[in-house]
């Protein structure tokens, strides 16, 4: 999925949902811009899969932009209109991740 995702984003084939703006507009490690979204999936891996989610199969990308600042993108893929679907992108708290990639439990 991650390919087809990435793909989409060099394509600019990719819908920001409305919380994933208002999410990246009021992050509290400030503000995301959608160059930093893209450059982190870039570079970023699928750290959790939610492949039974409605309407579309989504997952947990964890990824660095190129000034190293750790985003965590969860978006779905939908094949029908062949695009990436970013739901919500934040910056990852330290003390309730390990690595910024599992979860403290």
Not at 6 to 24: I, P, S, W
Not at 47 to 62: A, G, H, K, Q
């Amino acid at each position: 999925m991650l390919e087809k995702i990435r793909n989409c984003f060099k394509l600019g084939k990719v819908l920001y949902t409305k919380h994933a703006r208002d999410e990246m507009e009021l992050e509290e490690f400030g503000e995301i811009k959608e160059e930093e979204v893209f450059e982190a999936v870039l570079n970023g891996k699928i750290i959790e899969n939610y492949s039974d989610d409605e309407p579309y199969p989504s997952c947990l990308v964890y990824g660095r932009t190129d000034t190293d600042r750790p985003l965590h993108i969860a978006c779905a893929y939908s094949k029908h209109d062949d695009m990436a679907i970013i739901i919500t992108v934040y910056q990852p708290d330290p003390d309730k991740w390990i690595e910024f990639e599992r979860r403290k439990v």
